[in-house]
């Protein structure tokens, strides 16, 4: 069983950026898509980003163009960083792979990401 730990995140101003780590106790070489979810206070959670063993990804609308995911097999790490943050994408971040509507792995802790000035 894959386990998931997130890291990066932060507190950081408008306008700033983080660079958000998804580490896998296992290999995930094999695992062909992974993604980036978010849970912000009141919201249900949300998939913001995924990308494919091939390279293609997928990113929600309201963070294209500012966010970028990114994979190491070599590490098995999964990567997202973030640049030109709103206060909106204040959020609770997690990684794992995208099934559907659902998802493969069990939940990690989350990393904490709050942009406020």
């Known amino acids: 069983q894959v386990e998931l730990v997130e890291s990066g995140g932060g507190l950081v101003q408008p306008g700033g950026s983080l660079r958000l780590s998804c580490a896998a106790s296992?290999?995930?070489?094999?695992?062909?898509?992974w993604g980036w979810y978010r849970q912000a206070p009141g919201k249900a959670r949300e998939l913001v980003a995924s990308?494919?063993?091939?390279?293609?990804?997928y990113y929600v609308d309201s963070v294209k163009g500012r966010f970028t995911i990114s994979r190491d097999n070599a590490k098995n790490t999964v990567y997202l960083q973030m640049n030109s943050l709103k206060p909106e994408d204040t959020a609770v971040y997690f990684c794992?792979?995208?099934?559907?509507?659902?998802?493969?792995?069990?939940w990690g802790q989350g990393t904490q990401v709050t942009v406020s000035s």
């Open positions: 990308i494919t063993s091939s390279g293609s990804t």
């Open positions: 296992g290999s995930i070489f094999s695992i062909n898509a």
């Open positions: 794992n792979v995208p099934v559907g509507r659902r998802v493969g792995l069990g």
